[in-house]
């Protein structure tokens, strides 16, 4: 199984960025997906997730600023991030679990995608 992040960046306060994952090797739509992220010095963190039956959930600190998506038929996943703030510098990741249900996050990790959030 490979996953690719991408799309992270700097961007000033304020500001919107897009995160989309990559899934090769399977069964994108039959899985939950989520992203996590891992702030310097902080323990990595469950951003938001969206299971296989479409099911979203938030950590507190996003809901209402971010927005998590997935396209099945092109096995990609999204995190659309805006109003971002400083405390959102992080390497964002993405996962795959083992199954629709988001109980089976995290499993398949990929490399991160840098987000820093500076003016």
């Known amino acids: 199984v490979q996953l690719q992040a991408s799309g992270g960046g700097l961007v000033q306060p304020g500001g919107s960025l897009r995160l989309s994952c990559a899934a090769l090797?399977?069964?994108?739509?039959?899985?939950?997906v989520g992203w996590y992220r891992q702030a310097p010095g902080k323990q990595r963190e469950l951003v938001a997730y969206?299971?296989?039956?479409?099911?979203?959930n938030y950590a507190d600190f996003v809901k209402g600023r971010f927005s998590i998506s997935r396209d099945n038929a092109k096995n990609t996943a999204a995190l659309q991030m805006n109003s971002l703030t400083p405390e959102d510098t992080a390497v964002y990741y993405c996962?795959?679990?083992?199954?629709?249900?988001?109980?089976?996050?995290?499993?398949?990790w990929g490399k991160g995608t840098l987000v820093t959030v500076s003016s």
């Open positions: 090797g399977v069964a994108f739509s039959a899985k939950a």
């Open positions: 996962n795959v679990g083992r199954a629709g249900s988001h109980l089976s996050l995290p499993y398949y």
């Open positions: 969206m299971t296989s039956d479409g099911i979203t």
